[in-house]
């Protein structure tokens, strides 16, 4: 498995192992170049297979009822979907080790072969695996043998559903924080900010200045822990899809951070914040 940054009441600290970073090479979180390939032929048979793969599981999983529920479910969300989600940002200038992880947890920067031990609920490992030799990066807090929490940090572009294509470009200087999960046991034990704070020191340490976040309105747990973390919202986004039909709009705009999010989603601004 990767590489301790932190862990739990132990003085915080950047482990030699971790510059190494994935395949050896030093991690440059503000490497563009390789975050930014734009899709070509091997995404789309790799999207063709994981598809498949995908299915198959599913079938296996949750039986031929719970296949054709879901894929109805998916049907109405690509005729109508409303999404409300808050951004957050947190100014990596301004990040204090305030938190420890709970005792004997360690929080690790995983590689690629370390993808299965991510606690993701809706991506393959193959996939995580295939960000992860792409740049972005995969975090692990483990207990052990358990995995307590993981997220993933995307460099130069991020997922999200609301950009045309499925990801947005990461404005420069930033990183976005995303699949945040904490396993049930560990959750309330404030795994999640402190995994947090630890990452955004690292990622200030290697040249990034804002890590950005989005968390869904009505996500009460999750809104909590990342204002412990210090990051502030900085502007709500609206995603209204009708058919083939999209709009995304931002309004509590806060601050340039929350313009430039706007700006990255090409979304109208209808209200400003501060
Ligand atoms: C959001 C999440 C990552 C927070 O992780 P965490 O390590 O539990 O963080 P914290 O310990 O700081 O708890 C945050 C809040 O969760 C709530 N919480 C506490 N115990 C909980 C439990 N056993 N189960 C669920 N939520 C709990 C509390 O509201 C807590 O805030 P409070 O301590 O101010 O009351 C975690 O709840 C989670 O994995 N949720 C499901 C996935 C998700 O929504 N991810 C975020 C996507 S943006």
Same mark, same amino acid.
């Given at each position: 498995?990767?590489?301790? &940054? ?52 599913? #079938? ?10 879901? @894929? ?5 969300? %690509? =005729? +109508?979907? %409303?999404?409300?989600?808050?951004? +957050?940002?947190? !100014? ?14 360690? =929080? ?12 993701? *609920? ?17 975090? &692990? ?12 940090? +995307? ?8 950009? !045309?294509? @499925? ?20 959750? @309330? ?8 704070? *630890? ?31 210090? #990051?502030?919202?900085? @502007? ?24 430039? =999010?706007?700006?990255? #989603? ?9």
């Amino acid at each position: 498995m990767g590489c301790p &940054i932190g862990r739990g009441h132990h003085s915080s600290r950047l482990g030699t192992a971790a510059q190494s970073g994935v395949n050896g090479r030093v991690p440059m979180l503000l490497d563009h170049v390789a975050a930014t390939r734009p899709f070509d032929a091997r995404d789309q048979r790799a999207r063709g297979v994981t598809a498949l793969r995908r299915g198959r599981e599913a #079938f296996r999983r949750h039986g031929g009822r719970g296949v054709l529920r879901t @894929g109805a479910q998916r049907v109405a969300a %690509r =005729l +109508y979907l %409303r999404e409300d989600h808050v951004w +957050y940002a947190l !100014p990596l200038g301004s990040v204090q080790l305030s938190r420890e992880l709970p005792a004997d947890l360690e =929080l690790v920067r995983a590689k690629p072969d370390d993808a299965a031990l991510a606690v993701q *609920h809706d991506r393959r490992p193959d996939e995580i695996a295939r960000q992860v030799d792409e740049g972005h990066e995969l975090w &692990i807090v483990r207990d052990d043998g358990r995995v307590a929490f993981s997220c993933r940090i +995307y460099v130069g572009r991020a997922p999200a559903i609301a950009a !045309p294509g @499925g990801w947005f470009a990461v404005p420069r200087g930033w990183v976005c924080l995303e699949d945040s999960i904490t396993s049930p046991d560990y959750r @309330g034990r404030g795994v999640a900010p402190a995994a947090w704070e *630890h990452i955004a020191a690292h990622a200030h340490t290697h040249g990034a200045d804002t890590m950005v976040t989005k968390v869904a309105r009505e996500n009460t747990p999750s809104r909590k822990a990342v204002s412990k973390a210090g #990051f502030e919202e900085v @502007g709500m986004m609206r995603l209204t899809r009708i058919g083939p039909r999209r709009d995304v709009r931002f309004s509590n705009v806060v601050g340039e951070r929350g313009k430039a =999010l706007a700006q990255a #989603f090409g979304a109208r601004v209808v209200s400003s914040g501060r």
